[in-house]
């Protein structure tokens, strides 16, 4: 079963600092997308990245994060 609405979540990673983003991954299988959001404004409004267009953001973070 597949649902519309996107289930939001922070990333384990995020140290509660205020300045964190929000996705949802839910929505990958059914639209092949990826919403992204502010935690700070959850009304707001939401990035909609593809699957792929995120997982190269991923990648790139955890390069530059290796690189520190």
Do not use: H, I
């Amino acid at each position: 079963m597949t649902t519309d609405s996107p289930q939001w979540f922070t990333s384990s990673y995020s140290n509660n600092g205020g300045a964190c983003v929000e996705v949802a991954t839910n929505l990958v299988a059914s639209r092949g997308l990826v919403p992204v959001r502010d935690s700070k404004n959850p009304g707001g409004p939401v990035l909609g990245l593809s699957a792929s267009a995120f997982a190269s953001f991923v990648t790139s973070v955890k390069a530059a994060d290796a690189l520190r």
